[in-house]
């Protein structure tokens, strides 16, 4: 009896001296902590991260005006969007195939939202058109982007039912009869491109098929079974070509992970032709709640478990250009939210300069002026992911444990090719101090970028050991890179 009394008794001191060896790295008396379980994973950033050509490019590309600090506007842009050094180090560059063959009378907007195709009146190829989008592609290139996805908006206007770039009704613009020769064209220009060096990685010829485009910008309507049947002729065209065999097809680019997302996705599932292509399902997240994209992530777990999520375009549907933290703030939650709830596997951003009044614009310029770019504090919200996350990233899981959790602060974890552990926060509270667990032994410092209302832009704050206390800034987006 008296052996057994001393055995639990020594186990009850090995208990607590182990508890009190994890003081200072979470243990028992620390309130603020994260934790780290390094071994369990999720998604991989397949492709990394990206932005759109769309709609400036073909016009700021043939821009010959200096910046206030005398560099090129067309260079300044490329190196803010993708020199991983002094810019975003964004990875993939979204290039705009335009509808317009011949002059377009549809009803646009803005005189951008309509552009340039390739294919001209006679059924030929002139690649000296868009020459100014072509610019800008081969300075994307120049300063470090690695992935070039070919999309459009509609089909070419000269192959639509009302010869424009939108539909006047609603309805599909493009006639079944018409399928295999958009999928030609399509399928050709991806050809030329790759022949001349571009790394052309997908082709997406249709874009958020379930709204109407009935004007304001080139777009094409699609119901589900006209979807899977222009799918179909597309995959045969491009199953033809050897050049292309290493392509992938971007399937489908809807609009919102909500809504007809369902129906879309069982009609495209339900083809034996498609569904060895449905790798992963492209959409946009606009308008959907964080509880819509949960229950996409489910539905796909229990019914299509196999398919991966691509995010592939996203902006504040709002009105302004704010200067203050709220813009940041938002699109980080916005990345935030795929990355945790929908596993996303790359995240791409819509227009990467915008000359509106409107929360569009990772950059912005001035049409007027040609020389007054501008960054908002949403640009440096988005390279808190995009210049620490590389492309191969696996996120891990961790965890926050605090004394007072009301909600204000969240975060999540990826671990780079190379080693390093990257955790972003966004901070929606006041200051806060937080206790690493267990990472001393394996990460020897760290450093830590912020970008706040008191950062007015990404800052580097401070670096230190492993084992430190970080300090998170309030009303913040906050990296901290942890290395070996």
Known sequence: MKFKTLVAILMSVLTILTML?????????????????????????????GASGCWWAPDVGGWQHYTKDGEDVREA???????????????????????????????????????????????????????????????????GASQVILFANSPPNSLTKNGKGHSSDGKCNLSSENYAAYSKYFCDIAEHFISIGVPVVALSPVNEPEWEWKGGQEGCHYEPNELVAFYE?????????????????????????????YEYLEALMASEIIRPYMTHIDAHSYWASVNDKMAFKQYIEERYPELKVSMTEWCQMQNGRKSDIDPALTIAHVIMDDLVYLDATTWQYWLAVSCYHYEDGLLYVNVEEK??????????????????????????????????????????????????????????????????????????????????????????????????????????????????
């Open 233 to 261: 002729a597309f995959i045969k065209e491009k199953e033809s070509r050897e050049t292309l065999s290493s392509v992938k097809v971007s399937i489908y680019e809807s609009g919102v992970v909500a809504g007809r997302i």
């Open 77 to 143: 842009i490329a190196r803010l969007l993708y020199d991983k050094e002094s810019g975003l180090g964004l990875d993939v560059y979204r290039y705009n195939l335009g509808a317009a063959v011949t002059p377009d009378k549809g009803k646009y907007s803005h005189y951008w939202r309509t552009v340039e195709s390739f294919l001209t009146e006679d059924g030929s190829y002139d690649f000296n058109r868009d020459k100014n989008g072509r610019y800008m592609l081969d300075l994307a290139l120049k300063y």
């Open 371 to 484: 020389n007054d770019l501008q960054i908002p504090l949403r640009y440096y919200a988005f390279s808190q992911f995009t210049k620490y996350l590389d492309k191969g990233a696996t996120r891990i899981k961790s965890e926050l444990s605090l004394k007072d959790n009301n909600g204000q602060i969240r975060q999540c974890s990826f671990i780079n090719p190379n080693g390093e552990l990257v955790t972003i926060f966004i901070n929606n509270g006041n200051d806060l101090e937080l206790n690493n667990v267990r990472l001393s032994k394996k990460y020897n410092s760290y450093d830590l970028y912020s970008t706040s209302a008191n950062l007015l832009g990404e800052q580097f704050v401070c670096g230190g050991s492993s084992a430190s206390t970080i300090k998170i800034p309030r009303e913040s987006i906050t990296t901290v890179v942890y290395k070996k």
């Open 21 to 49: 060896s994890g003081m200072y790295e979470g243990g028992l008396f620390v309130q603020n902590k994260i934790i780290y379980d390094l071994d369990t994973t999720y998604q991989t950033l397949e492709e990394g991260f």
